[in-house]
């Protein structure tokens, strides 16, 4: 199972790089904000909601991106896709909705050192 978080930097922008991930994210996009904060500068969010077969339950995706303080940091958070409220198994549904960000932002990914 894959991890249900994941942080990037990247070589754009955090307005570009939502949009790159509110085109190409194959989810329910149910909320959006950014914040111009001047000077190149800026944050937002995004949320989506997914329906999983495999799991039979909807996940949740939330994605920020910020440049306040350096480079372009994106964070990924999947919660959501257990089946019951007993036993929290998601067999790798919240990591792969996690997944499909850093496929997405891939081309822009600066490399940790």
Known sequence: ???????????????????????????????????????????????????????????????????VHGPTVVRAVATGSSEGLIFNFDWGAAGDFVATVAEILQDVVIPSK
């Open 1 to 67: 199972m894959g991890d249900k978080k994941l942080e990037l930097h990247v070589d754009t922008s955090p307005e570009q790089a939502l949009s790159m991930v509110r085109n190409d994210e194959d989810a329910d996009l149910v909320h959006e904000e950014f914040h111009d904060l001047g000077d190149g500068r800026g944050f937002g969010t995004l949320v989506f909601e997914k329906y999983f077969f495999r799991t039979k339950n909807r996940a949740a995706l939330v994605v920020t991106c910020e440049n």
